[in-house]
């Protein structure tokens, strides 16, 4: 009967604390549609071009041509072909309108030629080919705004390596056809597209059949969807440390029953608002970030081994919001406190970096988090399809954590009152 | 009914004690008034009174009871009314007793029944649907004080319980108390309204820097020290010249 008592003024006094809703509603909402949305863009932006290159080609041959189709062909560029000076090319990358320009020098085909026809004689002549002592580089210039990203720029150098290596190769299959020419006197026919032998294959390595295709949906959906379950640490703490300075905390430590009823009922009200927001961030997936273009959720075909991690998540959440909440004593303690620590523990959760890309003692020290637990076990059925197996592991650690939070805010909130 | 043995707290970091080994009884009935000016230890032994926190040296008996090694019986039998208004300000009148009425097991019949009655008596039944929020601060007193009697304790422990609201409203809560302690409920209260003490306590003890300076009962303590009344026997007994 305590208990229940205890659960409907909790459910009461969050009903009623409309600025407390819209934090623990609304904003997590907001958040997983903005962050897919920016970080879908960067991904576009680097897979789908649209680059803006001023391209320069003062060769006017094979090679010039060559790689302004190959570029072209990419579709990663937005290519404004134009004859301008170097310097007012650098001048139009300084001011920001390319994000960067490719020089093709005066007869950098000619020199390609010059360079490959010895080696091919020599292979003919059976003359020992070496490299001459003045041998010129063929040098291609790439001017790049400082701002651009370093990622963007390595797009832009690795295409043009893989197609001047393609045309450096047509060139000498040339003059090797012409030397064959010179020898026996047949013109040899000459294929113009080169021949593309390997071929890869992307395939995602699944232990099972699945339907699930990882993608930022897939990947952002339960990361933020953990971040946000870890935010109910504020309004949970800012709940406890409220009912300390109105005194009706002390009012409730002289009246029978344990701080475990009050921590219970606190437990079982925010576990219904995190799993409200554990759906309603399913629902922005499936229903909201389709419609604004970006791929649907796919939750997998285990929907209570979801829902288990939905809980244990929850659990994992509200545990860390009573401790904060019994360690500290005034509403800022326990806004900075609970903010900085819950944006820490996602950081080392592999919520906003990939914990496999983090250094390799960053990767040791990511197993204290809750949210790196939490989050192997979504990626678990999210991105494997997995199911109670899978998750088992995760949803044990979650709940532990749990139990030592609580236990350890019993604790603390003794020491407090009966050590003063 | 309520014995106090050589009750002494010093808090932790702080060399002098709050409360300076205090010993009084107070008998099944009384109005028993602990009285002395902000920081004299008023609270602090209430506090340790309704088991809060355990004193450093001696002990509290309720009903025999030690509140150092029965709290959980002693907690059934006693009902707290805080100096602080010590209620949910966004849940209503109502909604906040029946809260604290189920947590002290009230069955929902009887505990609708005797919101009711409380409310009646305190003249606040119209107002049971407000938010506290919304209340005044006499109304926040009287629904403050009605939390703590829901379950009709035998000893009824209030600490300063009419502390800033009109006079209108305050003598309706001592007329109030002085009911509730007809019907058996022992009360002891901490007050720095001298005025009010004399007319309501039946026996008092006056509090200074932790210490007991004195006790008994109000009119023999006047006339023990050629006091007009409470207030001067307080300014002579604590050698201040106001209370804050």
Not at chain 1, 40 to 64: A, C, F, R, V, W
Not at chain 1, 70 to 91: C, M, P, T, V
Not at chain 2, 112 to 119: A, P, V, W
Not at chain 2, 153 to 165: F, K, Q, S, T
């Amino acid at each position: 009967m305590k208990f229940r008592a205890s659960f409907i003024k909790e459910l009461l006094v969050l009903l009623r604390d409309i600025p407390g809703l819209i934090v623990l509603f609304i904003m997590p909402i907001a958040m997983i549609i903005v962050i897919s949305l920016v970080q879908d863009t960067t991904i576009q932006s680097l897979k789908g071009s649209k680059i803006d290159i001023l391209y320069i080609d003062n060769d006017e041959d094979i090679l010039g041509t060559s790689l302004l189709t190959g570029l072209q062909k990419s579709e990663l560029f937005n290519i404004d072909k134009n004859k301008l000076s170097e310097k007012d090319a650098k001048h139009k990358v300084a001011k920001g309108e390319y994000r960067i320009a490719v020089i093709i020098p005066e007869g950098t085909t000619d020199l390609i030629r010059k360079q490959i026809k010895p080696y091919i004689t020599s292979i003919f002549t059976g003359e020992n080919y070496k490299q001459k002592k003045d041998f010129t580089k063929t040098q291609i210039k790439i001017l790049s705004d400082p701002t651009t990203k370093s990622t963007f720029r390595h797009t832009i150098i690795s295409s043009l390596e893989t197609y001047t290596a393609k045309i450096e190769t047509q060139i000498l299959l040339k003059i090797l056809a012409e030397n064959l020419e010179q020898m026996t006197g047949v013109k040899p026919e000459m294929n113009e597209e080169p021949i593309e032998a390997v071929e890869f294959i992307e395939e995602f390595a699944f232990e099972k059949e699945t339907k699930i295709t990882p993608n930022s949906t897939q990947h952002n959906v339960p990361a933020w969807t953990m971040f946000a379950m870890f935010f109910i640490v504020i309004p949970l703490a800012g709940n406890m440390i409220q009912e300390r300075n109105d005194g009706s905390f002390f009012r409730l430590m002289t009246m029978p029953g344990s701080y475990l009823t009050v921590l219970t009922s606190k437990t079982a009200v925010y576990l219904l608002v995190t799993f409200t927001q554990f759906i309603l961030m399913l629902l922005v997936g499936i229903l909201i970030l389709p419609a604004v273009g970006l791929p649907v959720l796919k939750i997998g075909s285990h929907p209570f081994a979801l829902a288990f991690m939905g809980i244990a998540s929850g659990l994992a959440a509200i545990g860390f919001g009573l401790l904060v909440g019994t360690i500290t004593n005034t509403h800022e303690q326990s806004g900075v406190f609970g903010s900085v620590s819950v944006i820490i523990l996602a950081a080392l959760g592999g919520v906003w970096y990939p914990i496999y890309a983090m250094p390799h003692i960053m990767q040791k020290i990511s197993i204290i988090s809750p949210l790196n637990w939490g989050l192997s076990g979504f990626y678990e059925i999210f991105l494997k399809d997995g199911g109670f197996a899978q998750i088992i592991g995760s949803v044990t650690v979650l709940i532990i954590f749990f139990v030592m939070t609580v236990f350890l805010s019993v604790l603390i909130e003794k020491i407090k009152r009966f050590n003063k | 009914m309520i014995k106090i043995e050589n009750l002494t707290k010093i808090y932790k970091g702080n060399s002098e004690p709050a409360v300076n080994n205090i010993s009084l009884s107070v008998s099944k009935g009384e109005i028993f008034g602990l009285l002395g000016t902000n920081g004299a230890g008023k609270t602090t032994t209430f506090s340790m009174l309704c088991g809060l926190f355990p004193p450093t040296t001696g002990n509290v008996f309720i009903n025999n009871l030690s509140v150092r090694s029965h709290i959980s019986e002693i907690k059934k039998n006693i009902g707290v009314v805080p100096q602080n208004i010590a209620l949910y300000p966004t849940l209503t009148g109502k909604e906040n007793l029946m809260f604290f009425g189920k947590m002290y097991g009230l069955r929902k019949n009887t505990l609708k029944e005797r919101i009711n009655h409380s409310m009646i008596a305190f003249g606040i039944e119209k107002h049971a649907d407000k938010k506290i929020k919304n209340y005044s601060g006499g109304m926040k007193r009287r629904i403050n004080l009605i939390a703590g009697i829901l379950h009709e304790p035998d000893v009824l422990l209030l600490d300063e319980p009419a502390v800033g609201i009109d006079a209108h409203s305050r003598l309706d809560i001592m007329d109030q108390l002085k009911k509730i302690n007809k019907m058996g409920t022992t009360i002891i209260y901490t007050s720095h309204y001298l005025e009010e003490a004399e007319n309501l306590c039946t026996d008092i003890a006056i509090i200074d820097e932790g210490k007991i300076i004195s006790k008994g009962k109000p009119d023999k303590l006047i006339q023990e020290n050629n006091c007009d009344n409470l207030e001067s026997l307080f300014f002579k007994l604590t050698d201040k010249k106001h209370i804050d």
